[in-house]
């Protein structure tokens, strides 16, 4: 049984410039989320989809934008990266929006230079 | 708005001893209450919550963890530490009337010394 798992592994942007990340869920799982992590710091919310649409959204701009497409796989995009853009970036896979467990995939190391 | 706090950056153990990692939350509604653990380089790895029923949760690997609605508390626990227990640790809670967003906290480095 195939757990969550994310594309790429590693990711090096400059400034300015616009990534897709991608995460397909454990199989059976029909909802997404997303989350940054900070160097040192613990996971934060960014957004949520479920059928195919984003059903709750973090403290993030609107730089930070996502996808669930009808197989349930989900991509994030960030806009206009910036430094602080630089993080491991967690998809994590539940069924349903109810009292679900989470389970996260490797993760994506994004740096922004 | 929900928070948890981990007020320990750091816990050092001794193999075979007993292990105690602290974690206190603050919801509005009822708490949905979680640990997780990341190893270096890895995602997080999901090792038991706390939905309703029994104060006293079993999980993964021996851990267990103790509910405490009056003290807003959600410690983690083990019996005999190993030294493979190393690891980042992670507490998390939800808000059932909040959505189904994860709050973590700041992370809790264990380190078991043989």
């Known amino acids: 049984d195939a757990g969550v798992t994310q594309s790429p592994t590693h990711l090096i942007k400059t400034r300015g410039q616009q990534v897709t990340l991608r995460c397909s869920p454990k199989?059976?799982?029909?909802?997404v989320s997303w989350y940054q992590q900070a160097l040192g710091q613990g996971p934060q919310f960014i957004f949520q989809?479920?059928?195919?649409?984003?059903?709750q959204r973090g403290n993030f701009p609107d730089r930070f934008s996502g996808h669930q497409f009808p197989n349930y796989s989900s991509e994030l995009n960030v806009n206009a990266l910036l430094l602080g853009d630089s993080a491991l970036y967690l998809c994590?896979?539940?069924?349903?929006?109810?009292?679900?467990?989470?389970?996260f995939g490797p993760g994506t190391r994004l740096t922004v230079l | 708005a929900q928070s948890v706090a981990q007020p320990e950056d750091q816990v050092n153990v001794a193999e075979g001893n007993p292990l105690t990692v602290k974690c206190t939350y603050s919801?509005?509604?009822?708490?949905?209450l979680f640990w997780y653990v990341q190893y270096p380089n890895r995602g997080l790895q999901f090792l038991l919550k706390?939905?309703?029923?029994?104060?006293l949760v079993k999980g993964s690997y021996g851990f267990e963890a103790e509910f405490n609605k009056s003290q807003t508390s959600f410690h983690l626990k083990k019996p005999s530490a190993l030294v493979s227990d190393s690891a980042l640790y992670f507490c998390?809670?939800?808000?059932?009337?909040?959505?189904?967003?994860?709050?973590f906290g700041g992370g809790t480095r264990l380190m078991v010394k043989p």
């Open positions: 706390y939905i309703t029923g029994d104060n």
């Open positions: 989809y479920y059928e195919e649409e984003e059903r």
């Open positions: 994590a896979s539940s069924l349903g929006t109810s009292s679900g467990t989470q389970y």
């Open positions: 998390a809670v939800r808000d059932i009337n909040a959505g189904n967003m994860l709050t």
């Open positions: 199989s059976g799982h029909d909802t």
């Open positions: 919801v509005s509604g009822n708490p949905y």
